[in-house]
C-alpha cells in the first residue's frame, strides 16, 4: 500500500538577495521583482510495494503544488506558478538479499496530477516516454539513492496555483507531466521503494 506524507520546505529567496553556502541548488530563473520568489519543497510519495502478479508500477507521481504541506499557505499568498525543477528520489527499501529485478521509469508529459494512466501500467506505456531511466533493484545492488532528474520544459508559462497540474493537461504551463514507473518479474507483495519529489517553483504573488 501507499502512504504519503508531506515534510518541511526549504528557504524561501528573494532575486536580490543571495545568501553564500545555501542549500537551494537550482539557479533562479524568469523572476522579476520583489514580489516574485522562488521556493523548493520537499515532499514524501510514500512506499511502492509490487502486487501480487510480481508487478510494480505508479502513476502520480506528480510535481504538483497542491501535493505539498506547504500548498494552503502558498496559496493564499501567490496567484500564479509554474515549475522550475523537479527531482525523485528513489530510495530502497528491500530487506531481503533474494529480491531483486528491474524498474524503469519515464516522464509522461501529456499526464498530469488531474489525468493520468491507471495502475498497473504495462512495459509500453513506459518505454517510449520521455528521459527513461532504469533501476536495477534489489537489496546487494540498489545500495544509494536514485536521482531521477524529470523532463522540465524551459519555457513553461505560468498557471493558476490552484490549477498547476489540471484535467485536461497543460504540458505548456504550471508542473505539467507525470513520473511513471514499471517493472514486472518480481517479487510478489514486496516493499522495494520508498519515494520522496524536490520541486523547485517560480511563484508570483497576488496583485
Not at 85 to 98: I, W
Not at 125 to 152: A, C, H, K, T, W
Not at 159 to 179: K, R
Amino acid at each position: 500500500m501507499l502512504e504519503s506524507k508531506s515534510t518541511s520546505t526549504r528557504t524561501v529567496r528573494r532575486r536580490t538577495r543571495r545568501t553564500r553556502g545555501s542549500a537551494t541548488r537550482f539557479p533562479l530563473l524568469g523572476l522579476s521583482g520583489g514580489q516574485n520568489l522562488q521556493i523548493t519543497c520537499r515532499y514524501n510519495y510514500g512506499e511502492v510495494s509490487s502486487g501480487t502478479s510480481g508487478v510494480l508500477s505508479a502513476a502520480d507521481i506528480s510535481p504538483s503544488v497542491s501535493l505539498m504541506s506547504e500548498y494552503s499557505t502558498l496559496q493564499s499568498l501567490f496567484g500564479e506558478i509554474k515549475l522550475l525543477a523537479c527531482t525523485v528520489v528513489f530510495t530502497n527499501a528491500c530487506t531481503s538479499a533474494s529480491v531483486n529485478g528491474r524498474l524503469m521509469i519515464g516522464t509522461q508529459m501529456q499526464a498530469s496530477l488531474g489525468s493520468h494512466a491507471s495502475t498497473p501500467l504495462s512495459a509500453s506505456q513506459v518505454e517510449n516516454l520521455s528521459q527513461v531511466r532504469y533501476i536495477n533493484l534489489g537489496y546487494s545492488v540498489f545500495d544509494r539513492p536514485f536521482y531521477y532528474r524529470m523532463v522540465v520544459p524551459r519555457s513553461l508559462e505560468y498557471s493558476s496555483i490552484t490549477s498547476d497540474s489540471p484535467n485536461p493537461p497543460t504540458p505548456w504551463a504550471g508542473s505539467p507531466g507525470i513520473v511513471y514507473i514499471f517493472g514486472d518479474g518480481l517479487s510478489a507483495s514486496f516493499q522495494y521503494l520508498k519515494v520522496d519529489i524536490i520541486a523547485t517553483y517560480a511563484l508570483k504573488a497576488r496583485v
